[in-house]
C-alpha cells in the first residue's frame, strides 16, 4: 500500500464515520492517526457528546473486534484482564478470558475506577499483551485502546497516574458541538428511540486487518528529516525546561511525537513528514504528559496554554 491509498482508506473511514457522527473531525483524525501510529487515544469530555458511540463507529468501518469495559468503583483487575478458572469435569485451570481480548477496547469512564484497577491495562497498552500467572497471553496486533473520561471536576473520579496517562498517544478533550452541529444532531436523532446503532445508520466496514498491516507499512516507510527529528526534540525538551512545570514530557513522547508526524503524514498522501504535523500533534500529545508547578497552578494557569505557548516559541525548519 502507498501513502495515497493510505489517504483514500482515510478518506473512505471518514465518510463512513460521518453517516452517524456530526462534527468532530478532529477526533476522527486522531484515532486514524494513532491507529496507523500503533497508539492509544483517551477523549476527556462532558457526558453526551458522543464519545462511545464514535468508538463504536469507528471499530465498525475497520472490521475491529470491539470490546468494552465500563469502569466503576467496585471494578477488579480481573474483570479486565480475565482468570484462570479450575474446572471440576476435567479438574485442570482453564483461561476465562476478559473482555480486553479484543481489538479496539472501549474503556469509558475509566477514571471512575481506582488506580489499582486502571493499572491492568498497563502492559496491555505497551507490550499488547497480559500476564496470568506467570503467563503470558498476546492480544491482536491492532489492539487499541479508546478511553473515555470525564473531567475532573466531577464527583466520583480517580486522576490516572502518570504511567498510565504516558500509555496514551492523544489526549483529546472535547467541547460541546456548534449550533448548527447540535441541530443537525437533534434534527437527525431527535425521533429516535433508543441507542443508536451504527449499521443500522448505513457505517458499513471499508477495511480490514490486511488493510491496516499494509497502512502501518507504509507509516514506517514515511521520511523524517534531521531537521524533523531536532524540531520533535526542541519541542518536548522545551517542557522539562520551562519554570511553568513542575515535569516535562519523556523521551517516549518524542519518539511518540515523530511516528504520529509520520502517520499524519501518510493521512495527507505524503511520503515525508512536515514541521506542521509535528506542530499539529505537539498539544493533544504533549497536554496530558506534563504537570503544572505550584506556581502556575496557583496563577491559575492551564497546561495547554503554557504548551501551546512553547510550541509558538519553538522555530519550525523551513
Known amino acids: 500500500m502507498s501513502v495515497a491509498d493510505v489517504k483514500t482508506l482515510a478518506d473512505r473511514v471518514r465518510a463512513e464515520v460521518g453517516k452517524a457522527i456530526i462534527g ?26 458522543a464519545k462511545t458511540f464514535l468508538a463504536q463507529c469507528f471499530a465498525r468501518t475497520l472490521e475491529l473486534q470491539f470490546g468494552r469495559i465500563q469502569f466503576t468503583p467496585d471494578l477488579m483487575p480481573a474483570d479486565i484482564i480475565g482468570a484462570n478458572v479450575f474446572n471440576f469435569q476435567t479438574s485442570a485451570f482453564a483461561l476465562t478470558r476478559g473482555p480486553v481480548f479484543c481489538e479496539l477496547l472501549l474503556a469509558d469512564e475509566i477514571n471512575r475506577t481506582p488506580p489499582k484497577t486502571q493499572a491492568a491495562l498497563l502492559e496491555a497498552m505497551q507490550e499488547r499483551q497480559v500476564t496470568l500467572d506467570g503467563r503470558p497471553h498476546a492480544l491482536s496486533p491492532r489492539f487499541m485502546v479508546v478511553a473515555t473520561q470525564n473531567p475532573l471536576e466531577q464527583q466520583g473520579t480517580y486522576p490516572l497516574p502518570e504511567a498510565q496517562l504516558d500509555r496514551f498517544l492523544f489526549k483529546q478533550v472535547l467541547a460541546y458541538p456548534s449550533r448548527e452541529e447540535e441541530r443537525t444532531i437533534v434534527a437527525t436523532y431527535g425521533m429516535q428511540a433508543g ?6 445508520l448505513g457505517v458499513a466496514p471499508v477495511a480490514d ?26 519541542l518536548v525538551r522545551s517542557t522539562r525546561e520551562t519554570p511553568d512545570l513542575q515535569s516535562g514530557a519523556s523521551p517516549r513522547a518524542a519518539s511518540q511525537l515523530a511516528l504520529a508526524a509520520r502517520a499524519r503524514a501518510a493521512l495527507d498522501g505524503r511520503d515525508y513528514a512536515l514541521p506542521d504535523d509535528v506542530k499539529a500533534l505537539a498539544l493533544p500529545l504533549l497536554r496530558h504528559r506534563v504537570i503544572l508547578s505550584p506556581t502556575a497552578e496557583i496563577d491559575g494557569r492551564r497546561a495547554d496554554a503554557i504548551i501551546a505557548a512553547l510550541i509558538e516559541r519553538a522555530a519550525a525548519p523551513r
Open 24 to 49: 468532530q473531525r478532529e477526533t476522527i483524525d486522531l484515532l486514524l492517526t494513532a491507529l496507523f501510529a500503533r497508539g492509544h487515544v483517551l477523549i476527556e469530555g462532558p457526558p453526551g457528546t
Open 195 to 200: 441507542a443508536a446503532d451504527p449499521q443500522a
Open 209 to 234: 486487518a490486511a488493510a491496516i498491516a499494509a497502512a502501518n507499512e507504509a507509516v514506517a516507510g514515511v521520511r523524517l528529516t534531521d531537521e524533523i527529528v531536532g524540531y520533535v526534540l526542541d
